[in-house]
């Protein structure tokens, strides 16, 4: 079992930047960061699996994903907030084999979410 704590949300207004955190409680092979907006579904951001880094187009060009393998830590930079990124973001890990990184339900590994808020 794999616990996940994702850290870094709050209210920013739009243009700013906020860097949220995923830390674990075992090395993970692929971290995933997904946001889940109010009345819409899980979509998946940013997903890294060792030099591999993938991006969803909405976020590509403001947002980062990295990782710190000596803390065991994720982290997703965001900057260029726009109103529209506003939701819960989480971390994931545990993608099943074979998996779309982007697919929330192929993962098994959940954090409890961080709030990000963008104001116009």
């Known amino acids: 079992q794999v616990r996940l704590v994702e850290s870094g949300g709050g209210s920013v207004q739009a243009g700013g930047s906020l860097r949220l955190s995923c830390g674990a409680s075992h090395t993970t092979t692929r971290r995933t960061w997904f946001r889940q907006a109010p009345g819409k579904d899980r979509e998946g951001l940013a997903s890294?699996?060792?030099?591999?880094?993938q991006y969803t187009d909405s976020v590509k060009g403001r947002f980062t994903i990295s990782r710190d393998n000596g803390s065991n830590t994720v982290y997703l930079q965001m900057d260029t907030l726009k109103p529209e990124d506003t939701g819960m973001y989480y971390c994931?890990?545990?993608?099943?084999?074979?998996?779309?990184?982007?697919?929330?339900?192929?993962?098994?590994?959940w954090g409890q979410g961080t709030q990000v808020t963008v104001s116009s």
């Open positions: 994931a890990a545990g993608l099943q084999y074979g998996a779309n990184w982007y697919s929330p339900d192929q993962y098994n590994y």
């Open positions: 890294i699996y060792g030099s591999t880094i």
